[in-house]
């Protein structure tokens, strides 16, 4: 099963694909956010590490995020295929995410881009954060946010496509979750030859 490299906007739904898949095909689900905080809460070496950097107020240094990110890896079934959700967000990251999994034999498999209109992804973006109690996500900073995925994160999306394995599913043209599904998975199963669902 080829590794999936799950890619959209703030809201576009990664994190509710990423369990679909993986519940379908069993395979291993990478959320850099989990794996970040798991690391902290373990007291582990690279948790110690990164706790050092988020406490003053600095990004986590890419090669410490593909260091945790290798261990995470290493430690799922050989075969079944990975879910990257999260990461990578910059070009930078990407190419060293390449390296890592090359260094084991492995490549990038497939990078899946969900589409969805910005309306949708703020109306969606601040049900949730009314749902969730999370005042902090109000429109202006939902705002910020996109853009920032447009000028940092955005650009993977000609890299990607550059390294022939991108595909992307349109939320304007599959109108439901539903269809979406749909559609990733019949993608998912014609590059990997025909899946047993």
Known sequence: ?????????????????????????????????DVLRAEIKNGTELGKI???????GQLIPDQLMIDILALQYDSHPTGKGVIFDGFPR????????KRMLAERGHDLGMMIE????????????????????????????IR????????QTEPLSKWFAAE??????????CKTKE???????????????????
């Open 1 to 33: 099963m080829k590794n999936i490299i799950i890619f959209g906007a703030p809201g576009s739904g990664k994190g509710t694909y990423s369990e679909e898949i993986k519940n379908r095909y069993g395979m291993g689900h990478i959320s850099t956010g």
């Open 50 to 56: 990164a706790q050092g950097y988020i406490d003053n």
């Open 90 to 97: 910059t070009i930078a990251q990407a190419e060293a995410l």
């Open 114 to 141: 969900l589409i969805v209109g910005e309306d949708v992804l703020m109306e969606r973006l601040l049900r949730r954060a009314q749902i969730e109690g999370r005042a902090d996500d109000n429109e202006e900073t």
């Open 144 to 151: 910020k946010r996109f853009a920032v995925y447009h000028s």
């Open 164 to 173: 022939g394995i991108r595909h992307t599913f349109d939320w304007g043209v």
């Open 179 to 197: 269809g979406m599904l749909e559609a990733i998975f019949q993608e998912i199963e014609k590059e990997n030859g025909g899946v047993e669902s």
